[in-house]
């Protein structure tokens, strides 16, 4: 079966920087298009970051652009998500998703509707 599985989330102080990875199996990467959403307390999920399947096209939400980068490892079947200049409202469970497409598409999938599948999430917690 398919598994999303997120690593390296923590505390932090404000300024600061974690690196997120989030490692797939069961699944054929290169043909999956991903994403990294987050849900703070009390809120709605929130897109936050998208990779093409090839990796050559990427999306951030604006609130973390400049801030954050996502990138992927096909041959490591693996997703980041560098996050640089941590404020306290980037505080929320961070959960990698993958959406079924193919290798050359470029379509930019924002909303988590759109995937098909999610890891369990990683807490951030940024202290002010």
């Known amino acids: 079966q398919v598994q999303l599985v997120e690593?390296?989330?923590?505390?932090?102080?404000?300024?600061?920087s974690?690196?997120?990875?989030?490692?797939?199996?069961?699944?054929?990467?290169?043909?999956?298009?991903?994403?990294?959403?987050?849900?703070?307390?009390?809120?709605?999920?929130?897109?936050?970051?998208?990779?093409?399947?090839s990796g050559g096209s990427t999306a951030?939400?604006?609130?973390?652009?400049?801030r954050f980068t996502i990138s992927r490892d096909n041959a490591k079947n693996a997703v980041s998500l560098q996050m640089n200049s941590?404020?306290?409202?980037?505080?929320?469970v961070?959960?990698?998703?993958?959406?079924?497409?193919y290798y050359s598409s470029t379509y930019t999938y924002t909303r988590g509707e759109e995937y098909n599948y999610w890891g369990q999430g990683t807490q951030v917690t940024v202290s002010s």
């Open 60 to 66: 951030l939400a604006d609130s973390v652009k400049g």
């Open 18 to 53: 974690l690196r997120l990875s989030c490692a797939a199996s069961g699944l054929t990467f290169s043909t999956h298009a991903m994403g990294w959403f987050r849900q703070a307390p009390g809120k709605e999920r929130e897109f936050v970051a998208y990779i093409s399947a």
């Open 7 to 16: 690593s390296g989330g923590g505390l932090v102080q404000a300024g600061g």
């Open 86 to 92: 941590l404020k306290p409202e980037d505080t929320a």
């Open 94 to 101: 961070y959960y990698c998703a993958a959406r079924n497409t």
